[in-house]
């Protein structure tokens, strides 16, 4: 935002400051001043002149020779221009002045006459007919009233200015505005603050009630509407003051009356705009949502199409104006107007934000509105207006104001603690000295809880008090000091931990990571065999997927795995060893968020029968992971699981907790993912795991005692499994068994139908002595007793 320092030293006694300093000291206290620019600084050597005679060039018919008093001296300068006349007062550039682009003035001879300066026009100052329409087309600027003869030229014509450009954020519109910038100008130098004073007369007839009706249909999109009506208006080009503070803050003059509401959303930060009176069928404003396809020519003579969303302002018939963008071009003011209405209303700045882009139409007024204005500035602002119209004296306000304010915006209050401030901050500022800069930036309080002005609507919580503070202060006066605290040891968690070690196991054992997407399709289900009951096809469905393939958030981690092996299979690896540690989402009930569990997933393919990659090797890997946890399990054979081969899966329990499962995958979901070798598959669950693990590490003294070691062969039947003749050896082993190995299973000519031969090496050792022959021979009979007792086992001669 461009801001001219004569604006803004109206508001703030500054005029002693250095602007370098100033601009520091308003960027150090959060106002970032990032340019100036010194207007007109090039141009110098200027002065008033007045014409005392006009004399033909001897030598040239268009070229005059003049006499100009600038004060003390005259000079002689030869001009062809036809507009001067004796007595005509006119800027003059001397011998030595620089004007507009480097132009240096020197004394020099025309046509044999001497010239000892210059007469000049308005674009040779640097301006244009636009910055000052009095000025001739083609011609010197002449002075409309008589001015002290030596002066400064460019003093009276305001030419010279110093602008500066502010960097101002968007959470802060209070400060888009001079009087905003002045606020905090008068903050940080702990000045007062001169707004100025409206005063308005409402010398026309009648009572604005009586001329016009305001009705508010959206009272979200729009809180407040003000109207004011100005009659016996004088539409023409506005003085010399205000075009210039409107050139130099970026804004180009057009009339007087949209100058004033222009000079005014510059000055108080809130956009007012004027519609031509007679314009508005039967008197009567309407805030309203535009009907779909609604139609208005904008000020910029664009028809543009409207939707339902936007927001109009318009009469008992057609929108006259879009809501915080642009005004219409059927309302405008023109030359002929002579009542306006001044509209200073408060709109949503989502709303206009939303409809500035669906129109592709940005504008100054827009560009504030977006951002969330003060309500409560709407009122100020439009009396302003008015004021200035009275002023300038270009019409005669009515009586009276209509103002539509349905939910009224009032201060709030946030409580907060000097103590925690300070440590915040790491300063030491007293309750007293923290009460005295809250109240410079118009915030009142008594030490514990501040009242805060509506025009501040980024202060909701004491950290934003603790920045004001802090900025007031100055963050200069705040001392560098080293970041107390307890040092403390970053360490992974006990998850991440659980997680590290299953991943290092799985690699040891020759496995490979891998890692898939946990967005799915639901035609996975059906590749898996899986049952209309199976509660896996209960998924979290993804309001806006990438497309029908990432539509659900897994139920299961098989998919994305089963697919890597069916990828390297069909690339001919010759096998594939692959592992995953990753979460699956269950839905739980209304609950948008679902319940993520952590799963292992094992799975392997081996064209080479050879290789011993089988049910075995995965069970082995799996069993790997569980040792290293400590964890004892059970496998017991399950067809409870669809996708996996009814005969060949185990179902891994610890007690009383199923960790999950390993096997052969059913051949059917195999060809479903065309993978032309037997698959294996295991998959547990982490969480569970980590409940159970024990990874403390115990060490034991090696054995000072032998051991001794007895070999059973014996008959059972064939649906008696091994983990049951270990339970049943266990059992009466004592605390003499030591180990448990199998090292034979055997089926033959030798062997009954319906029976197989399983040998077992026991081993058993005392740690406080040397067993007998007769004490192991005793346990021996026991567990030979129970294996035949609880497994019909009968003991190989």
């Known amino acids: 935002m461009n801001i001219p320092m004569s604006w803004l030293k109206d508001y703030v006694d500054i005029a002693s400051l250095d602007i370098r300093k100033f601009m520091e000291d308003l960027t150090m206290s959060g106002t970032v001043a990032e340019v100036v620019n010194h207007i007109g600084k090039d ?48 800027p003059v550039a001397l011998d030595g002045a620089v004007l507009h682009g480097d132009l240096k003035i020197k004394n020099s001879k025309l046509r044999g006459v001497e010239s000892q300066g210059m007469l000049c026009s308005i674009e040779e100052l640097g301006y244009t007919r636009a910055d000052y329409p009095e000025a001739p087309e083609d011609g010197i600027y002449l002075f409309a009233e008589e001015q002290e003869l030596g002066s400064c030229a460019l003093e009276i014509l305001e030419i010279r200015e110093d602008v500066v450009e502010f960097e101002l954020t968007s959470n802060r519109p209070d400060c888009y505005s001079v009087v905003g910038v002045a606020r905090e100008v008068a903050a940080t130098y702990d000045k007062p603050l001169k707004l100025p004073e409206i005063n308005i007369l409402e010398q026309a007839e009648g009572n604005i009630n009586e001329l016009i009706d305001v009705e508010i249909k959206n009272a979200k999109a729009c809180p407040r509407y003000i109207a004011r009506i100005v009659k016996n208006v004088k539409v023409g080009p506005s003085p010399q003051w205000l075009r210039h503070r409107l050139t130099t803050s970026g804004i180009k003059p057009i009339n007087n009356i949209v100058d004033i509401t222009n000079y005014v959303m510059l000055e108080f930060g809130q956009p007012i705009h004027a519609f031509d009176y007679n314009a508005i069928e039967d008197k009567k404003i309407i805030v309203r949502n535009a009907f779909e396809n609604e139609k208005i020519t904008t000020l910029d003579g664009i028809e543009r199409e409207l939707t339902e969303s936007m927001l109009v302002i318009a009469d008992s018939k057609k929108a006259l104006a879009i809501a915080g963008v642009m005004g219409g071009e059927g309302s ?31 504008t100054d007024a827009s560009s504030k509105y977006e951002k969330g204005l003060d309500p409560n500035v709407a009122i100020m602002s439009v009396n302003r207006c008015v004021q200035l119209v009275e002023m300038l004296g270009i019409g005669e306000v009515v009586k009276g104001m209509v103002d539509c304010y349905p939910a009224t915006r009032n201060s709030w209050e946030v409580a907060y603690s000097p103590e925690r401030i300070n440590k915040l901050l790491g300063t030491d500022i007293s309750k007293e000295e923290m009460v005295t800069f809250l109240k410079r930036l118009q915030i009142e309080s008594d030490g514990t809880v501040a009242k805060i002005p ?21 963050y200069n006066n705040i ?74 958030m897994r139920t299961t981690t098989l998919n994305g795995i089963l697919n890597s092996l069916s990828t390297n299979y069909n690339r001919r690896n010759e096998e594939a060893c692959l592992f995953e540690v990753g979460k699956v989402y269950l839905p739980k009930g209304d609950n948008l968020q679902p319940a993520e569990k952590s799963k292992l997933t094992i799975a392997m393919y081996s064209m080479n029968s050879k290789a011993g990659k089988d049910f075995y090797y995965i069970k082995g890997a799996a069993q790997s992971v569980l040792d290293e946890f400590s964890i004892n399990v059970d496998y017991s054979a399950t067809d409870k699981f669809p996708w996996m081969h009814p005969s060949r899966t185990a179902l891994i329990t610890s007690g009383d907790t199923s960790l999950g499962y390993v096997g052969e995958l059913h ?62 050896i ?68």
Not at 496 to 510: L, P, W
Not at 681 to 701: G, I, R
């Open 43 to 90: 141009i110098k050597g200027v002065v008033v002149g007045k014409v005392l005679s006009i004399e033909k060039h001897p030598d040239a018919d268009k070229l005059v020779v003049t006499q100009i008093d600038v004060g003390g001296k005259t000079v002689q300068i030869v001009t062809g221009a036809t507009n001067v006349s004796v007595g005509c007062f006119v």
């Open 667 to 728: 051949p059917d979901v195999s060809e479903n993912y065309e993978i032309g070798a037997k698959t294996y598959v295991a998959v547990l669950d982490v969480e569970k795991m980590e409940n159970l693990a024990d990874l403390s590490c115990k060490f034991e003294p090696l054995p000072k005692f032998p051991a001794m070691a007895r070999d059973i062969s014996m008959l059972v039947k064939d649906e008696i499994t091994v983990a049951e003749l270990e339970a049943s």
């Open 332 to 362: 405008k003011v023109c030359e002929n107007t002579t009542t306006i209405l001044f509209e200073s209303a408060n709109f949503n700045g989502t709303n206009v934000r939303v409809t500035s882009k669906k129109l592709g139409l940005r």
């Open 454 to 474: 509506t025009f501040r609507a980024d202060i909701q919580a004491e950290a934003d008090l603790a920045e004001e503070i802090a900025r007031i202060y100055g």
């Open 730 to 797: 266990k059992e009466k082993g004592t605390k003499i068994l030591e180990s448990i190995a199998l090292f034979d299973v055997y089926k033959g000519k030798q062997i009954e139908e319906g029976y197989k031969s399983v040998s077992f090496k026991i081993s058993f050792r005392a740690h406080d002595r040397t067993l007998t022959d007769e004490e192991v021979s005793a346990v021996m009979n026991k567990i030979l007793k129970n294996l035949e007792v609880k497994n019909d086992a009968l003991l190989r001669g």
């Open 479 to 552: 001392k560098s000091t080293l970041a107390a605290g307890t040092a403390t040891v970053g360490k992974k968690t006990y998850s991440q931990t659980i997680e590290d070690k299953i991943k290092n196991t799985m690699i040891s054992v020759g496995f490979s990571e891998s890692l898939h997407f946990s967005f799915e399709s639901p035609k996975v289900f059906d590749k898996l065999n899986y049952d209309k009951e199976c509660n896996f096809k209960n998924a979290v469905v993804i309001s806006n997927p990438l497309g029908e393939d990432f539509s659900i």
